[in-house]
């Protein structure tokens, strides 16, 4: 079954301990984003990588970091979390080819609170 | 910003009437996308149109696309009470990242049994 995984679902942790949120796609996809979901703030991208070793920012890639080091795996670090991370949070992969973004999966979400 | 924005922001009808949600972008695309999200899941595909397409159907959906206005609406007929839930368009902004994808802030769907 084609999917995406993040894991953990849910997540209670403290200000400025490092958390990692994994994410995996079984699709072969190239392209592969995290989101973060706000109420009133839709889906905004913190950070896309459109293959092995290519990354790049999204619109809010402050207080995270990413690696692609495996085409199936893009982990999401946040190496100090602080309260205003606290959010709803999707990994989603795509195709990507010359005739614009593809249908887009996502992961069922990671419910992150820093407290 | 190539955010798309979503209209009516909540959608409120009893079953069995139509659902007409509106999306507006700003900039020239390759395709248009809808997706729905059950509360708190994550976001499920529904149907991409392109940009040299003006109408597509699948199911009790049907999407048009308007590139000279830049909108696009997304029709459910005949609704029931599981598909309440939030919809949202998303564009690929033609000349931007290859895959990258732009989301308005969703129409929040209910529909009373």
């Known amino acids: 079954e084609a999917q995406v995984t993040q894991n953990p679902r849910y997540l209670i942790t403290v200000t400025g301990k490092k958390l990692t949120v994994t994410c995996s796609q079984n699709?072969?996809?190239?392209?592969m984003s995290w989101y973060r979901q706000d109420p009133g703030l839709g889906l905004r991208q913190i950070y896309y990588s459109m293959n092995v070793e290519v990354t790049d920012k999204g619109d809010v890639p402050e207080g995270y970091k990413v690696s692609r080091k495996e085409k199936r795996n893009f982990p999401l670090i946040l190496e100090s979390p602080s309260p205003n991370q606290t959010s709803l949070y999707f990994c989603?992969?795509?195709?990507?080819?010359?005739?614009?973004?593809?249908?887009?999966?996502f992961g069922q979400g990671t419910r992150l609170t820093v407290v | 910003s190539q955010q798309g924005e979503e209209d009516p922001q909540a959608l409120s009808i009893q079953e069995g009437e139509n659902a007409t949600m509106n999306c507006s972008y700003k900039t020239s695309i390759n395709n248009l996308q809808w997706y729905r999200q059950n509360s708190g899941r994550g976001l499920v595909h529904l149907i991409l149109i392109r940009s040299n397409e003006r109408e597509k159907h699948s199911g009790r959906l049907r999407v048009t696309l308007d590139t000279s206005k830049k909108s696009s609406s997304l029709l459910i007929t005949a609704s029931r009470a599981a598909d309440t839930a939030s919809y949202f368009c998303a564009t690929d902004g033609r000349g931007s990242t290859l895959g990258r994808l732009y989301f308005g802030r969703g129409t929040q769907l209910t529909v009373w049994p």
């Open positions: 989603a992969s795509s195709l990507s080819d010359t005739g614009g973004a593809d249908e887009a999966f």
């Open positions: 699709m072969n996809h190239e392209y």
